[in-house]
């Protein structure tokens, strides 16, 4: 089968005069972007039906080559957005090279997105602990299990490393690993983009010079 027979079509002028009208409230918040983005993942919250708080990430390594995958926000207020990982994964290494990242956030039921550039900084040590602590305890052991991005020989190497640490553990205390933790992305730039009908989308953006520098707002064409 041709790829185009798998495609869906562009919509067609009925499909557009259908959604014509819908969701007519102006796209700006004043100059805080955080307050937009706040009212944005409530919103997904209600909305999406799996993971509202999933964005695409994406790095580089150092030889410049773009690497992106799914993680989930932990974290997002005036700092910046926050996610955690195995620091010795494929993209905590690139981001240990490179502290630069982009994020994603695709709301498909509301038609909306948010794209993100920022510099990447490490959380606390005291935040990525209470974070780590509220974490059910399996996942817990697995994060102590998990060579995240290594190779693995078998499903039954993984089971086996779980079972080890679970023992290793009991029913005790389970520390977070020196490996695990978390990253905060500082935004210089976030875009907030809004399906319209007729391909005549709302893109507002907030961006500035550096991070100790306000906001400045631009609406783009779409």
Not at 29 to 37: A, K, Q, R, T, Y
Request: glycine share 6%; net charge neutral.
């Amino acid at each position: 089968m041709a790829s185009r027979d798998i495609i869906p079509p562009s919509p067609s002028e009925a499909d557009y005069q259908r959604e014509s009208g819908k969701d007519e409230v102006p796209l700006t918040h004043g100059n805080d972007p955080f307050v937009l983005f706040a009212e944005w993942l409530s919103l997904a919250r209600e909305k999406e039906p799996n993971d509202p708080n999933a964005m695409a990430l994406s790095t580089v390594d150092e030889g410049g080559m773009p690497d992106v995958r799914m993680v989930l926000l932990k974290g997002a207020d005036a700092d910046g957005f926050v996610f955690y990982t195995n620091l010795e994964s494929a993209k905590g290494n690139q981001l240990a090279s490179v502290p630069k990242a982009a994020l994603c956030f695709h709301w498909k039921s509301l038609r909306r997105q948010v794209r993100v550039r920022g510099i990447v900084e490490a959380v606390s040590a005291d935040e990525a602990d209470a974070y780590f602590a509220s974490r059910a305890r399996d996942s817990r052991i697995g994060a102590w299990a998990s060579a995240q991005s290594r190779p693995l020989e078998s499903r039954h190497a993984l089971e086996k490393n779980v079972a080890k640490f679970a023992a290793k553990f009991g029913l005790g205390d389970i520390p977070r690993p020196e490996f695990w933790s978390g990253f905060r992305i500082r935004p210089v730039r976030i875009e907030f983009w809004r399906d319209r009908p007729f391909r005549l989308h709302d893109r507002l953006v907030f961006e500035r010079a550096d991070l100790d520098s306000p906001f400045t707002q631009t609406r783009l064409y779409p």
